[in-house]
């Protein structure tokens, strides 16, 4: 019954298990996963994922049924991500009064964070994030690199800009990283009339 | 002299009986401000898993004391755990916790998850303070924020 570490739940299950949750499901199965959720860093970071990309699919749903199907590769280029940052990854060092203390924030912690802020965004959906440069080392100069997809008619320089400010801003607010640069690759648009015209 | 680690887990939830000397700590991080919650230790050492009979995810408090010069695998010369559902002899082991406990504690670890708005330095930084406030300054404080 016991949830090891070595028996963690695939996405596939977190996605099952969100829609349980969604349906009042009760199973013994169910609550037994909740625990394990709940007591998981790593799976709750996915289900919180998890439960954007539905929130984001169903606004395009909503505005843009046409599109829809044909525009899946930000949906893709996001899940194929999602485990990667999920995963603690680093220990990234916070600096202490004292010498004997000893304080860390994970790195999965840091791409939640910044993927957080970046989905409060409209105009814009991040897919692939990463801290590049020694993350351990607390004064080694670290760029953000970020991919995203930009809707349609927003002005990416403007988007971008944005998107830069909260994730400066995120990051003094949750570790002491000394960013050096927040490098954002446009890859796409999403919600193109073109192809909703067709 | 013998040297104690806690390992502070969530313990079992707000209304269930808890651990009588393990429950002020995780109170009193859990006040802290911007904490959101305490997660169960990430690497409890195999070998006393494996001694209690608990699996990892269920043991919300490990105590190891180790002799002063003694080589890392002549280890655990007590170690204590509890198990969430072992309630019949949960006591018992309790008052062990309590008696190594309050005497001689030389440090403490935790893995946190924060709330939303909470300056993440700041608040681990807090809770060191809020756990000197009971062992002392002597204390080493780990805190590892896993969740945000
Ligand atoms: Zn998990």
Redesign the pocket.
């Known amino acids: 019954m016991e ?1 090891m ?1 070595n028996d ?2 695939t996405l596939d299950t977190l996605s099952m298990w969100l829609q349980d949750q969604q349906d009042g499901v009760q199973t013994p199965e169910h609550r037994e996963l909740t625990r ?2 709940n ?6 970071q ?1 289900i919180a994922a998890l439960k954007r990309v539905d929130q984001v699919s169903a606004d395009l749903v909503s505005t843009e049924v046409a599109v829809q199907k044909k525009d899946t590769t930000w949906l893709d280029d996001l899940m194929a991500n999602l485990v990667f940052e999920t995963l603690a990854g680093r220990s990234i060092p916070l600096s202490a009064e004292y010498d004997v203390d000893n304080f860390s924030i994970t790195e999965g912690a840091i791409l939640a964070a910044i993927r957080g802020v970046a989905d409060s965004m409209e105009n814009l959906i991040i897919g692939r994030c990463r801290l590049v440069g020694d993350v351990e080392e607390p004064t080694s100069p670290i760029i953000v690199q970020v991919s995203a997809t930009v809707r349609y008619g927003a002005v990416i320089a403007e988007v971008t800009d944005r998107l830069r400010e909260l994730i400066t801003a995120e990051v003094h607010r949750v570790c002491e990283l000394n960013i050096e640069a927040i490098d954002i690759e446009v890859q796409d648009i999403f919600g193109s009339p073109l192809e909703a015209g067709e | 002299m013998t040297s104690t680690h806690l390992v502070i887990g969530p313990g079992s939830g707000e209304d269930a009986e808890d651990s009588a000397e393990l429950s002020p700590l995780r109170q009193a991080i859990l006040a802290t401000e911007g904490v959101a919650r305490i997660y169960p230790p990430a690497n409890v050492p195999s070998k006393i898993v494996r001694a209690v009979g608990v699996a990892a995810s269920s043991v919300r408090a490990v105590i190891e004391d180790f002799l002063p010069s003694a080589e890392e695998d002549a280890v655990a010369h007590r170690s204590v755990a509890v198990a969430e559902n072992d309630e019949g002899s949960s006591e018992i082991r309790d008052e062990k916790i309590l008696d190594s406990a309050s005497s001689e504690v030389t440090s403490i670890s935790v893995r946190i998850g924060t709330t939303a708005q909470a300056n993440v330095p700041q608040t681990v930084r807090a809770v060191a303070q809020a756990l000197r406030k009971i062992h002392g300054e002597h204390v080493a404080v780990t805190v590892d924020v896993v969740h945000i």
Do not use: G
């Open positions: 949830l570490n963690e739940p394990h959720i007591e998981c860093p790593s799976c709750s996915r």
